[in-house]
Each structure stands twice: as C-alpha cells, then as structure tokens.
C-alpha cells in the first residue's frame, strides 16, 4: 500500500473542492498517483476539473509589450524565487524591457532571447547575472511569445502576475481591453469548441462516460448524459462560449457579434503555471535533527 502523505492528500482537496477522507480514499485507491485520484473523484463524485492552472506555483511577472500600431505584441515571464522580489522595480522593468525586445527581434527561443542587446549595451542574460548578484534570488527567463495580428492587438495585465493578449477585428479599444479582462477572469482553452484538443475532449468524455455508466439508466439516456457533459465543459472552456464577465445574460460570443468583431486568437500567461512549488516539511526536518 502507498504511503499517503497529509500534504499530498492536501493537494487533492484543493484541486477538487472534496472532503479529506474521500480525497485519501482515492489517493489509495489510485496507489498514490495524484493525478489518476483525481480522475477517480471526477468519475465518482462528480468534481469539477482542477484549478490548478489558475494557481500560481512559482513567483514571477508577466511583462507585455504592444507596437504602436498594435499590429505585433509580445508577452514574456520571468521567474524569481519569492514574490518580495518579484514586487522589486528593477525585476519589473527588467521583464518589461525583455518583452519589447521580443516584439522587436523575434528571437526563435529563450537562448536567442538571452543573447540579445539591451538599451545599456548589455546583453539580456548578462543583466540576468546583474540583477541575481544584487538581488541575491534565482532569476529565469521562463517563455514567451510574440504575435502578429490578423486585426489589432488588446492587452490587459493583472496585477503583474496575469498577462493577456488578444487578436481582434472590428472592437473598438474598450472592446479588446473587455475581452483581454475576461481572458484573465475566466482563463478559457482556447476561442472556439473546435480549437480544443481532441486528446482533452477525448479525456472529458471518457470521464464523463464512467460517470453515466455508474447511473444505472439505459444505454440512449447515459449516451444523452455523456453528450451533455462533454457539451457543459466546451461551454465553460471556450472564449465564445463562456459567460461575458461583465454581462451575466450574454456570453461572449453573442457580445462580440452585436458589435460586429471577430476574435481570431489569445495568449493567456500566468505566473508559475505548470510549476511545481517545492514543499519544505518543516516537522519532519526537525524530527530528522532530532535524531541525528
């Protein structure tokens, strides 16, 4: 039997909104895989897909950078180790000024990007080195991306630590600025069902068809109940399926074609996605010394 850690079982109840029991049931179940537990709670209790994304596991900002004639775009993160640094002045400008270069240069990846030549003669991974010596913190350039507009480009960042860039035709500048805000809100997949990868949907309704079966109703009503299901999440996915944030009646679909706009694409970065946040035991250290 797997030995389940309270901090692992933890994890599972913040991913899935579930009691500490049924989450330390499943991660037995699932022989400790985080992931597979999940996907058990899902089948069997119903729970909603992780939130994970939307958390962030490391520190950071998100620097953005918009031409003039809001035609090219650029969006960079850049890590540090904790987020008093990351509220630093010279880290932010440091993010910002990287984000322009991309926009700039189109540098093909990070190691192009760091050879690059900022305004003070420096190169980018040289002022990196600068700024960990004086800071003292780890500092990375995590990813970036750079878009060509088929219409005109709106921003929006967060707080510094969500970034959003959209591509739309026909909006007028508080148009694109509403739809970037819903971007960073709502956090969806992609702009249309038709963008989601087959593997996710695949994987929605494998999930939702364990669920049905377990209902015990005929064959046409759980086909009906896969169906639905699949449907609800690419609603709750999709840019123009979702619900407009600042209009509970309309979603944005139904906001962008009363205007007139076609939106074509979205970048939607947020710091520390995907990242693993190292968790220090600190009980367990101390038990450790103790015996030592």
């Known amino acids: 039997m797997a030995d389940i850690s309270a901090s692992t079982v933890m994890e599972l109840r913040q991913r899935t909104g579930l009691g500490m029991m049924e989450c330390k049931k499943a991660l037995t179940e699932a022989g400790g895989d985080l992931s597979r537990a999940e996907e058990l709670l899902r089948i069997k209790s119903g729970a909603k897909a992780s939130k994970a994304a939307g958390r962030v596991a490391a520190e ?17 993160e850049v890590n540090c180790e904790t987020d008093f640094v990351a509220k630093n002045e010279e880290f932010r400008a440091f993010a910002n ?7 700039r240069d189109r540098p093909a990846d990070v190691a192009a990007l760091s ?14 080195v600068a700024l960990v010596q004086k800071i003292g913190e780890n500092i990375a350039l995590r990813r970036f991306a750079r878009v060509e507009a088929k219409g005109r480009i709106a921003s929006y960042v967060h707080g510094s630590r969500i970034g959003v860039l959209v591509d739309v035709t026909g909006a007028d500048a508080v148009l694109g600025k509403d739809v970037a805000m819903h971007i960073a809100a709502s956090k969806p997949m992609a702009v249309s069902r038709e963008q989601v990868p087959a593997d996710v949907v695949a994987k929605e309704r494998s999930i939702a068809a364990a669920r049905a079966a377990e209902s015990g109703k005929p064959a046409n009503i ?6 639905g299901a699949v449907a609800k999440f ?8 979702q619900v407009f944030v600042k209009s509970d009646k309309e979603t944005v679909g139904d906001i962008a074609k009363a205007r007139g706009a076609t939106i074509h694409g979205f970048v939607l970065y947020v710091v520390g996605e995907g990242i693993e946040r190292r968790k220090d035991d600190f009980a367990a250290e101390v038990a450790a010394m103790s015996r030592a």
Request: proline share 0%; charged share 25%; glycine share 6%.
């Open 60 to 76: 950071g900002v998100i620097g953005v950078s918009v031409a003039d004639d809001a035609k090219t775009a650029a969006i960079v």
């Open 97 to 103: 000024e990287i984000a322009k270069l991309v926009n």
């Open 115 to 128: 050879a690059l030549t900022l305004a003070s003669g420096e190169t980018v991974e040289a002022r990196r």
């Open 222 to 227: 759980v086909e009906k109940m896969v169906e």
């Open 234 to 241: 690419l609603s709750e996915v999709t840019l123009l399926a």
